[in-house]
């Protein structure tokens, strides 16, 4: 009987690595805005149009945009390295600075859920530029 208290530890490669972070954000993305439904006055606006996405460029803009981090998970994948490191650091920077806005203009006591996943999001895409940015050349 083996008592050794070691695991093993394999090393994820980066592509997998950079696949999970993307999957992650996106999953905070949508988070976010379906806690934003509980809010005062979110339902009201979204029944009489009177919220952000009022019509329907503002809708196909939000979509391309959302697309993206949710399109970055397979394409972390499949991408070769140099055109994948790049894609990944400048995404992964876009979406911190939007964060970075949306979290500090989002300050509220009903929005407070909506700072903390932004912060999250932030941390999130930092790491994605991290490991893009430090990616291991062969």
Do not use: H
């Amino acid at each position: 009987m083996n008592n050794s208290t070691k695991f093993e530890d394999v090393q994820i490669n980066v592509k997998i690595i950079l696949a999970g972070l993307w999957a992650s954000v996106t999953l905070c993305y949508l988070y976010g805005d379906y806690f934003e439904l509980y809010t005062p006055g979110k339902a009201r606006s979204l029944v009489e149009g009177t919220n952000l996405l009022d019509s329907p460029p503002k809708l196909f803009l939000a979509s391309v945009v959302l697309t993206i981090p949710a399109v970055m998970v397979f394409l972390s994948l499949i991408l070769k390295p140099v055109i994948n490191r790049i894609l990944n650091i400048i995404f992964g920077t876009f979406f911190t600075l939007v964060m970075l806005f949306i979290g500090v203009i989002s300050f509220s006591d009903w929005y407070l859920f909506y700072v903390f996943l932004a912060m999250v999001e932030c941390i999130i895409t930092i790491l994605i530029v991290k490991y893009a940015w430090c990616w291991k050349k062969v």
